[in-house]
């Protein structure tokens, strides 16, 4: 059958890379683990991807495309090789604009609840 496993970076390791997330990472779990299309949901706290490409059987990777290809592979540990020869495929999806932890905390700024 097919599933949608979701994996989400934790709060620590996005810190390492860019600001750490509005939402902590027990909350937006908590979100993907309550949309029914979600068959399972958990939190990586490791770069390295692979272990849970093996461990899940993965045959897709969708991630934003706000990321430029190989510096993804890059931060995930994983090379066009690796992903060849495991049959996975990487998909870039278009990056949704507006929903993020900066656009978030702008708009907290911007209405005054702060």
Not at 24 to 30: F, G, Q, V
Not at 55 to 80: C, F, L, P
Not at 86 to 109: A, D, F, H
Request: glycine share 4%; aromatic share 12%; hydrophobic share 40%.
């Amino acid at each position: 059958g097919e599933n949608l496993i979701v994996a989400i970076n934790g709060d620590e390791m996005v810190a390492s890379y860019k600001r750490k997330p509005f939402y902590s990472e027990l909350d937006r779990l908590e979100i993907l683990k309550s949309c029914r299309f979600v068959d399972e949901a958990f939190i990586i706290t490791e770069y390295d991807n692979k272990e849970f490409i093996e461990k899940y059987n993965i045959d897709a990777i969708v991630h934003g495309n706000d990321w430029e290809v190989n510096s993804y592979m890059k931060q995930i540990r994983v090379t066009k090789e690796y992903l060849n020869e495991r049959n996975v495929e990487l998909v870039l999806l278009p990056y949704t604009q507006g929903i993020s932890t900066s656009q978030i905390v702008k708009m907290i700024k911007e209405s005054n609840f702060v």
